[in-house]
């Protein structure tokens, strides 16, 4: 596990500076603290940070192959490297290196950019061929980890994080409204796009190659597995074989690895599996303090599981004092990101990366088994688009008035997104259930200039590309679909990455595994919800997990492993958000309508309605412009100033 990034020029005379790569490695260190290494030939500059957990004693990168014509730089694990190894030497490669990294070197010298197919595991990888004058990029068919990529008429440059282009001047900083249009309807900035106009996102399951005096090429090669299949005999049996089968193969591992354990299905089933391994883990879990964190208390939970497994259990107080901490969250995740789970992510990862470098988590389970309220109500927007329009129309005016409840919580908010949707395509159905602010409450919070520059639809465009790019998938499976390709790796995963390896720790995703993916996803819709109308989230899940959990843990309404955000807002964390969202502020950036940030504070801070969502997109985009944008960047100079950022490309 590492972080990675480099720059080639197209001009093959032109040498990269050393201090240049060294400086994008400089912003990765917290990837990589355990090692450094540069490959600077010319017009090349390949470097990585090290996180040693494979091959301690030789796994140093970059890695060239036996007559230097080849060279790789990689970030990720591969699980089934030991057999890749042994075929590769079978057939009479020279491995010198015991870990995943030069196995994936030596495919490329077998299979060219067909070299992903073979591997099973979370990775981004950047292979430079001398001979052919290509750069190979590439990401896992997931998106478990990321990689950031700026093509221009100079060349190439990519890195693990958006902060190694910012930090070295590579990126112009030029804001992309369109991009940030569909953060503050989702509260993430879907791939390909990034903040910044020159800066882009290579997507989950492909390849990009860059040749000398070419276009760079870019490459799907791993298509979704969405056809129904019939279903196993005894499914539940075969989900348990499965998962077992997937958390066996995240344990390899030369360190120890520990897990994250909510109160919930997913970890809790990931933590039996690794019990039944024989891997019993020490296990970490949130437990919550202020205003509203009873609610959100799954503590006595998550000992229930640790008694029956004999597992350590350490208890990591979530509190909402976070004055300190909100700006290093918010630098550490390089976007503006607006996912109450930050919070309790930072301060677990912070716990638990000061003893382990490795843990597993439930991250991926509701996407795969259908444990969230839209899947459920996405179906249910079929029957409901069958109503009269009008009526339709009447009701979802009418819900603008129901009132909220106190405690804060997002019900109410979700049923009047279910009672918006219309009868339209199902990417923007779903769009609707998970939309933040309809598109003329978003529009009419831009000032006057941003409104000209933003469409309203970026959103909706690329959640129609997704499901277009996968052919025909209804049903069920259209909703966990367009959770897998977009919610999970620009939202969840993206969060999981950057926060944990703020701290040094790897976090690995079972539930996120192709293997696993291919086998489950295809599972009939009535096996995995039961029959119409009667639907339940994660019935087969349950089901399967009956035999290993408390009984409890089926009994226990679904948390997701958020904290009381709403009622953080309305007391604990009130100055903060008020003195960011002042009107003094938002007047001076010029962005958004100061009054319409003052009602929407007003109408949350009184209790009138929940605006939680819309306003930590918004405190965390201000936050983010303060780091990224108004502050310059810190290693900005000689380096990097021949660099005309006005010649980047998209």
């Known amino acids: ?28 260190r917290h990837r990589g603290p355990d090692d450094e290494g540069l490959y600077v030939r010319g017009a090349v500059g390949l470097g990585m940070r ?45 491995v010198r290196s015991q870990g995943d990294t030069e196995t994936v070197l030596h495919l490329y010298e077998e299979l060219g950019p067909d070299c992903v197919a073979p591997l099973r595991g979370m990775f981004a990888f950047a292979i430079w061929d001398h001979s052919r004058e290509t750069l190979l990029l590439g990401r896992d068919r997931l998106g478990v980890k990321p990689l950031y990529v700026i093509t221009a008429p100079w060349g190439i440059a990519f890195a693990s994080e958006l902060k190694a282009l910012h930090a070295t001047g590579l990126t112009s900083r030029e804001l992309d409204w369109e991009a940030l249009d569909s953060y503050l309807q989702l509260g993430y900035v879907p791939a390909p796009r990034t903040p910044f106009l020159d800066v882009r996102k290579l997507e989950p399951g492909h390849t990009l190659l860059w040749r000398r005096g070419a276009s760079p090429v870019t490459r799907r090669y791993w298509q979704f597995p969405v056809e129904d ?74 000992r229930a599981l640790a008694a029956r497994y004999g597992a350590e259990l350490t208890v990591v107080d979530i509190r909402p004092d976070i ?43 509701d996407e795969l088994f259908a444990g969230y309220r839209r899947h459920i109500g996405l179906l249910a927007t079929q029957y409901y688009a069958q109503l009269p329009r009008r009526l339709r129309h009447f009701v979802g005016a009418l819900s603008r008035w129901i009132p909220e409840p106190s405690s804060g919580a997002l019900g109410v908010d979700r049923l009047k997104r279910f009672l918006h949707t219309g009868n339209g395509s199902v990417p923007n159905r779903f769009l609707g259930l998970i939309s933040r602010l309809s598109n003329d409450e ?148 010029g962005y958004f309508d100061s009054r319409v940030v003052d009602n929407l504070l007003s109408d949350h801070l009184s209790g009138r309605q929940n605006q939680e969502r819309i306003l930590l997109a918004l405190l965390c985009f201000s936050t983010w412009h303060r780091l990224f944008v108004e502050d310059a960047p810190a290693q900005r100079g000689s380096a990097c100033a021949s660099h005309n950022p006005r010649d980047l490309s998209a």
Not at 68 to 93: M, T
Not at 267 to 295: D, L
Not at 331 to 346: K, N, Q, V
Request: hydrophobic share 40%.
């Open 50 to 94: 090290r996180l040693s957990i494979i091959d301690l004693s030789s796994g140093q990168q970059p890695i060239v192959n036996e007559d230097g014509s080849k060279v790789i730089v990689f970030n990720g694990e591969i699980y089934n490297y030991c057999d890749l190894r042994r075929g590769l030497v079978a057939r009479g490669h020279t």
């Open 1 to 28: 596990m590492c972080g990675i990034a480099g720059v080639v020029y197209a001009d093959r005379e032109r040498p990269v500076p050393e201090d240049l790569v060294r400086g994008m490695c400089t912003a990765l």
């Open 323 to 365: 004055q300190d901490i909100f700006e290093p969250i918010v630098r550490a995740l390089d976007e503006p990101h607006a996912d109450d789970s930050a919070i309790p992510t930072w301060v677990l990862s912070q716990a638990v990366g000061s003893r382990y470098k490795v843990a597993l988590t439930g991250i991926g389970g």
């Open 229 to 302: 299949r019939q279903s196993p005999r005894d499914p539940e049996a075969r989900v348990r074989h499965w998962l077992d089968e997937s958390v066996a193969a995240h344990l390899v591992s030369d360190v120890p690895v520990a897990a994250f354990l909510s109160g919930g299905l997913d970890s809790s089933a990931v933590v039996a599996s690794m019990a039944h391994a024989g891997e019993v883990p020490h296990a970490f879990t949130a437990r919550y303090s202020g205003s509203g964190a009873e609610a959100a208390d799954e503590t006595e939970l998550a």
């Open 442 to 589: 978003r529009l009419s919070l831009y000032a006057p200039n941003i409104r000209a520059q933003v469409s309203g639809e970026a959103a909706s465009n690329r959640f129609r590309d997704v499901f277009k790019a996968q052919g025909k998938v209804s049903g069920l499976a259209a909703g966990l679909y367009m959770d897998y390709t977009t919610f999970l790796p620009d939202d969840i995963l993206a969060l999981s990455d950057r926060l944990s390896m703020a701290h040094s720790l790897e976090v690995r995703v079972p539930f996120v595994d192709h293997v696993l993916v291919e086998a489950a996803f295809p599972i009939p819709q009535h096996v995995k919800i039961g029959p119409a109308p009667l639907w339940q989230n994660k019935r087969l899940l349950r089901r399967a997990l009956r035999p290993r959990l408390p009984a409890e843990h089926f009994r226990a309404p679904k948390r997701g492993f958020v904290g009381p955000t709403a009622a953080w807002m309305r007391n604990e964390l009130r100055p903060l958000l008020t003195d960011e969202l002042s009107a003094a502020r938002q007047d001076r950036l």
